[in-house]
């Protein structure tokens, strides 16, 4: 059995995959912001997405949202985040 590989395929389904790969820290950022718990907002609006992949949840508290302190989030923002990303890039590695 004979596996020929050419360097231009190749090429093409990593520069398919880079694209792929970079909505994921935007998707991310959403969707730790979603997790983010809700009182007066403050929380939600205080988190910024710091190019080209930092989430920066720069509010005295969020390290207490973070490890469940609310009932909103009893996992935190940060684990699930991870999770999803994990799923993102899965999706994208298996799509390709």
């Keep these: 059995m004979r596996i020929i590989v050419k360097k231009q395929d190749v090429e ?5 995959i880079n694209r792929r790969l970079k909505t994921v820290p ?16 403050n929380a939600k609006k205080s988190t910024k ?5 930092t989430i920066n949840a ?8 973070d490890n469940g302190w609310s009932r909103q989030a009893p996992f935190g ?17 298996l799509r390709s």
């Design 12 to 16: 093409r389904k990593l520069a398919r």
């Design 26 to 41: 935007r998707k991310s950022y959403e969707f730790f912001k979603d997790k983010t718990p809700i009182d007066s907002g």
């Design 49 to 53: 997405l710091i190019k080209p992949a």
């Design 58 to 65: 720069n509010y005295p508290y969020a390290d207490r949202l």
């Design 77 to 93: 923002m940060s684990l699930p985040t991870m999770l999803y990303i994990k799923s993102l890039v899965k999706k994208v590695m």
